[in-house]
C-alpha cells in the first residue's frame, strides 16, 4: 500500500433507486469496477461512498427539501461538498466521481472524475432547443465546472479525450484513457432457447429480426435509423420478399422517455406499425441469445463517448451496422459495417446486401469476437489503478 493515501470511490450509480444512472452504461461501470476491487488486490487503499449516505441525518438536507424548487441542485452544490471534507469521509486523501454529473463543482478535497462522453457540449444542436430554460444551463454551468476543477480526468476513449482537450481546453496531461470492457458472457453460447425468449412476445420461433438496443434521446438518432428501415422494407417490397421482411426489435425501458411520442408518431407516420416491436428491458442472458440470433444490430448513433452496447453485439457474433462518427470506428474498428446517418435509400441497399449475404455474416460471425476481445474490463481497472498511483505519487 501506498502510505498515507487512500481513495473513496462514489458507488451512487449501484443505488437501484437511482435509475438515471443504475440502468445504464455508468451503472454497469460502476458494478464492473466493484466486482474487479472485491477479486483483485491493489498497491492502492480505497474506500466506498455513496450520495445518499453522505447526506443521510443531515438536518439542512432536511430543511432543503421543504424548498419549493432546486432542492436537488442545493444538496449538491451547497450542502454535498462540506459533508465530503467532513468527518464521515475524512479517511479518504482523494476522490473519485464516476460521472461528472454527480461531482460538486467545488471540493475541499482533491477529486478524480470520470467523464463518460461531452454530450450536451458536442451535441448542444440537439438538446438545447428543447431545454432553454435557466435551469438546464445552469446544470451545465455545474457541469462544466466540476470537470475543470477536477485534479485528474479519467475518460474511455481517445475521442473523449479529444473532445475534452478541444472544446473544454483540458490540458492534455491532466486525461487518462481507460477503454472500457466486455463482459465474458457475451463471448459465450447461449444455453436459452430463443423460440421460449419471442414466445413471451407471442412470436413465431422463426422470425427473422433486427435489433436495437439503447436509449432513445436525439443523438441516438432513432428517425434515422427508422427512415433507413422504412426505405429496407421498400426494398423488399420490390424484390418481393416481404415475407422474409426482419422485425426491428426495439430493446431498452424507452416508453417513459420524452422522446417516446415522437416514436410513436414516426413509426405511425411511416407505417411501420406492424413492424416494430417493443421489447422493453431484456436480461443480459436472453439479450446475448437475441444477439447470436438477430439478422444484425443497428445503431446509428450520432456520437457516443464508446460505444459498448454494440461492441457487446459484436462479442456475441452479431452483424453490426454503425454510424462512423465519435468514438465509433476506434472501438468497433473495421468489423463494423459503417453507414451514413443522412443517406437512409443508400443505407439500406447496403443492409439489404448484407443481411441477404450469408457468407459476409459468416464472416462477422468469426471477426466480431475477435474484434471485441481487445476490450477487457481487467484492462480497464488497472489502467484507472494507474491514475490512482499517479495521484498517490504527486499527493
Not at 270 to 278: F, T
Not at 376 to 386: E, G, V
Amino acid at each position: 500500500m501506498i502510505k498515507d493515501f487512500k481513495v473513496g470511490i462514489d458507488f451512487s450509480a449501484l443505488d437501484p433507486t437511482f435509475k438515471e444512472h443504475s440502468t445504464r452504461g455508468i451503472g454497469k461501470y460502476a458494478r464492473e469496477f466493484k466486482k474487479f476491487l472485491e477479486k483483485n488486490t491493489s498497491t492502492i487503499s480505497y474506500g466506498y461512498f455513496n450520495h445518499r449516505e453522505v447526506l443521510a441525518n443531515s438536518c439542512l438536507a432536511k430543511l432543503i427539501d421543504l424548498a419549493p424548487a432546486g432542492r436537488q441542485t442545493l444538496k449538491q452544490q451547497l450542502l454535498y461538498p462540506f459533508k465530503l471534507s467532513g468527518a464521515q469521509l475524512k479517511k479518504f486523501s482523494h476522490l473519485h466521481f464516476l460521472a461528472q454529473t454527480d461531482a460538486p463543482t467545488w471540493c475541499a478535497k482533491p477529486y478524480i472524475l470520470t467523464v463518460m462522453d461531452l454530450i450536451p457540449i458536442v451535441c448542444k444542436d440537439l438538446y438545447q432547443a428543447d431545454n432553454p430554460n435557466w435551469r438546464y444551463h445552469l446544470a451545465r454551468f455545474f457541469e462544466l465546472q466540476a470537470i475543470k476543477n477536477s485534479s485528474q480526468i479519467i475518460t474511455i476513449s481517445e475521442c473523449s479525450k479529444n473532445d475534452l482537450i478541444h472544446q473544454l481546453q483540458i490540458p492534455a496531461e491532466k486525461i487518462s484513457v481507460t477503454p472500457l470492457g466486455v463482459d465474458a458472457v457475451y463471448f459465450e453460447n447461449s444455453n436459452l432457447n430463443l423460440g421460449e425468449i419471442l414466445a413471451k412476445y407471442n412470436l413465431a420461433a422463426d422470425l427473422k429480426f433486427l435489433l436495437y438496443v439503447g436509449g432513445i434521446d436525439p443523438r441516438k438518432n432513432f428517425s434515422g435509423l427508422l427512415v433507413t428501415y422504412a426505405e429496407l422494407k421498400k426494398l423488399y417490397q420490390e424484390k418481393h420478399l416481404l415475407n422474409n421482411f426482419p422485425k426491428l426489435f426495439l430493446v431498452g425501458r424507452i416508453n417513459q422517455d420524452r422522446e417516446y411520442p415522437k416514436l410513436k408518431a414516426l413509426i405511425d407516420q411511416l407505417a411501420l406499425v406492424d413492424d416494430v416491436l417493443e421489447l422493453g428491458f431484456v436480461a443480459d442472458a436472453e439479450l446475448i441469445t437475441l444477439y447470436q440470433n438477430c439478422e444484425a444490430m443497428c445503431f446509428f448513433s450520432l456520437y457516443e463517448g464508446f460505444g459498448l452496447t454494440p461492441l457487446e453485439a459484436m462479442a456475441a457474433g452479431a452483424t453490426v451496422f454503425s454510424t462512423k462518427l465519435s468514438a465509433m470506428p476506434e472501438v468497433l474498428g473495421d468489423v463494423a459495417h459503417y453507414l451514413d446517418p443522412r443517406a437512409s435509400e443508400q443505407n439500406a441497399k447496403e443492409m439489404f446486401e448484407v443481411i441477404r449475404n450469408p457468407e459476409q455474416r459468416k464472416i462477422d460471425r468469426v471477426a466480431g469476437p475477435l474484434q471485441a476481445q481487445k476490450f477487457t474490463w481487467n484492462r480497464t481497472w488497472d489502467l484507472t489503478l494507474k491514475v490512482y498511483e499517479d495521484a498517490a505519487r504527486s499527493n
